[in-house]
DNA sequence: GTTTTGTGTCATATA
DNA sequence: GATATATGACACAAA
């Protein structure tokens, strides 16, 4: 409103001389006594509340209440009259109850209509600010509502949406429907898995699968290869490293202290599981020789890992355990203890290196995991404030609109009750009320208007070539 | 038989 | 330089 004032001097103060019957509040002159005078603003203000502004217009008024300028209203008299009775701001009270303090009377002048009487356009003599923020307004509505569209939903829905949302009783996402995220449980369990994996204490690796490895294929060729995991266990396992704390009620558990426990040695997982469904990896006709020959070493082997079967077949007197999660200097201190070859201590190296890495890659994928959800936690919160916004900003568009109707209709019962020296209305075809930046509004022709408004653009191009 | 998923391993970079 | 850790890429097994 503020900006409109300013602007709406700025008007005035390039046009001085605009209407004969202009006249200023202050100078408490008898136009205020005529009878055409009517009185828009508060009293409590009436400084700057009088001065004459004939240039300002609201175009869309005509568009959107087009019986203000209705045939029958228009033919109520015709008579052209010169006389333009200063509307003074001191005395309403009707409008003051409104508007308050605060001079509105620039922001619901109609348009000036052409200088035919029939000719009702809606073609703004001055692009009124507030008009053109409304203007602006509905541009905006429409690309909201093609934004709204596009993103795939409606303004109810965005506004179930904000309430949904609002609510925050859940956070719905899409990340246990994605392949690349666990679920929430997983989720909110890795994080502390992945920091306490490095600390913990590890069993002995129970990983199986690869059975090529040209470093110690000698003793890869006593055991062959190992069918892989065992679906049950395998989700066990998994279950376990995710939340330990969800395996109190398994005591044979308990002593997984980490998050790796699909390292668990799965001899004595069986032998403490004997529920657990017995693994039916391929086999080959070599292990199933090999299985008839030795079944209890060969359930045995069957759960150890590459490494741990190598370093069998090496005759390593340690643990795969103690090789690859001691410290370099006991670890060193137990090398130094033994008598090693050269190829025991390769082996013993390459194990330490692998055992590590393994770890070292489960957690790197946990954190990848964790990554990603958090992107898409973000995504989503995005998303919320998106649509709050929109919200927002829909609620921001019915406000503008709806003040910009009260305006229009407040405008419409000024007009309608301005009677001449004679008693009669003004014809809204010939007259508009104009306001001026200082707040005094006045009834002048349109055609007048139309006029300073022709000489506007002029003023303006000459201003800009400056 | 193909695709997806989980895992181990290697190579490489970085601390 | 040795060691530990992180991570992309690959291969493999199982579902």
Redesign the pocket.
Known sequence: MAIMELQAMEVNSTSPNATPNTVNSTDGTSESNTPGNFELSTGATPVNQDVSLHQASLPSCSQDFPQMFSPQLGSVTTTPRTLMPRISSSNSSNINSTFGTTNLTGLFLPSPINSSATNLTSTPILPDPFSTLLEESMLDEISLLDLAMEEGFSQAQASQLEDELDSDSGLSLDSSHS?AS?SSSETSCSSAASSSS?SATFSE?G?V?????SEVATAETEEG?V?????GY?KL??MSYQDPSQFHGLPQLDDISHNHT??LPLSSAFSEHPDLPVPS??KTAREKQHSKLQPHADLLDKHA???ERRARAMKIPFSNDKIINL??EE?NELLAKHHLSEAQLALIR?I???????L??????K??LDTIIKLEQGVQELRRDKARLLKEKMEFIRSIRQTKQKMQSLYQEVFTQLRDEEGRPYPPSEYSLQYSADGSVLIMPRSMAAAEQNRKPEKKQKDKKK
């Not at 699968?209 to 490895?213: I, L, Q």
């Not at 330490?352 to 393994?358: D, E, L, P, S």
């Not at 070292?360 to 994928?365: D, E, L, T």
């Open positions: 392949p666990p490095t690796e990983a699968g690869y059975s090529t490895d290869a069918g892989g995991h065992q679906p395998s396992c998994r699909y390292n990896g391929k890992s590459r490494d410290p370099v670890f390459d330490r290196r692998r055992g590590k890495n393994k070292a890659a489960q957690n790197c994928r954190r990848k």
